[in-house]
């Protein structure tokens, strides 16, 4: 069984920075590629940005030049920095892995950081 667990979020003022954590136990980190979503209140989860096995990087074009992911396979974690950051990016934030094993897909989820930035 694999566990994602976030941390990193909190209150922060616009325009100032937070960076979230996400550990990964079990051993299908390497194998994986991951990502990070949110979901605001009222609203759907949505992608923020994504980071390959291999380090290549996606992410939403709300969060492109303020939001860097980046993973370190040999501590099993992946980052998300959030710079700039608008109130519009509050939200529960939510670390993702997904990957196959044995030709079998597998999708796991964290259980959600919040972040709240007061404007």
């Known amino acids: 069984q694999v566990q994602l667990v976030e941390s990193g979020g909190g209150l922060v003022q616009a325009g100032g920075s937070l960076t979230l954590s996400c550990a990964a136990s079990?051993?299908?980190?390497?194998?994986?590629?991951m990502g990070w979503y949110r979901q605001a209140p009222g609203k759907q989860r949505e992608l923020v940005a994504t980071?390959?096995?291999?380090?290549?990087?996606t992410y939403a074009d709300s969060v492109k030049g303020r939001f860097t992911i980046s993973r370190d396979n040999a501590k099993i974690t992946v980052y998300l920095q959030m710079n700039s950051l608008k109130p519009e990016d509050t939200a529960v934030y939510y670390c993702n892995a997904v990957g196959a094993v044995a030709d079998i897909p597998y999708n796991y989820w964290g259980q959600g950081t919040q972040v709240t930035v007061s404007s």
């Open positions: 980071i390959s096995r291999r380090g290549t990087t």
């Open positions: 079990g051993s299908i980190f390497s194998n994986s590629a």
